[in-house]
């Protein structure tokens, strides 16, 4: 792990920024103290797929066979 100041941090950030993107860990430390890890960021997560969870195209709205009312007392057992 590569250890950095608060003042480098502020500096020189594109050469700390390299090490990041090369998957380094990097330490700040202040007064020789740790008070921050800077990690690389990991693989971006994709969104989930909604339409193919739920089976399809989402109902148009408004074309509810029942209210939303009716649908809360049905779904809560009332």
Same mark, same amino acid.
């Given at each position: 792990?590569?250890? &950095? ?7 020189s950030? =594109? ?5 990041? %993107?090369? /998957?380094?860990? !990097? &330490? !700040? ?6 008070? &921050?890890?800077?990690l690389p960021? /990991? =693989? ?9 969870? %739920?089976? /399809?195209?989402? =109902? &148009? =709205? ?17």
């Amino acid at each position: 792990m590569k250890t &950095a100041t608060v003042r480098d941090l502020r500096t020189s950030f =594109p050469s700390l920024q390299a090490l990041l %993107f090369e /998957g380094q860990e !990097i &330490a !700040i430390t202040k007064r020789k103290r740790v008070v &921050a890890r800077l990690l690389p960021a /990991g =693989p971006s997560v994709s969104k989930p797929d909604f339409r193919a969870r %739920f089976g /399809g195209a989402a =109902p &148009a =709205p408004g074309r509810h066979e029942k209210s939303a009312v009716q649908m809360l007392c049905r779904d809560r057992g009332e």
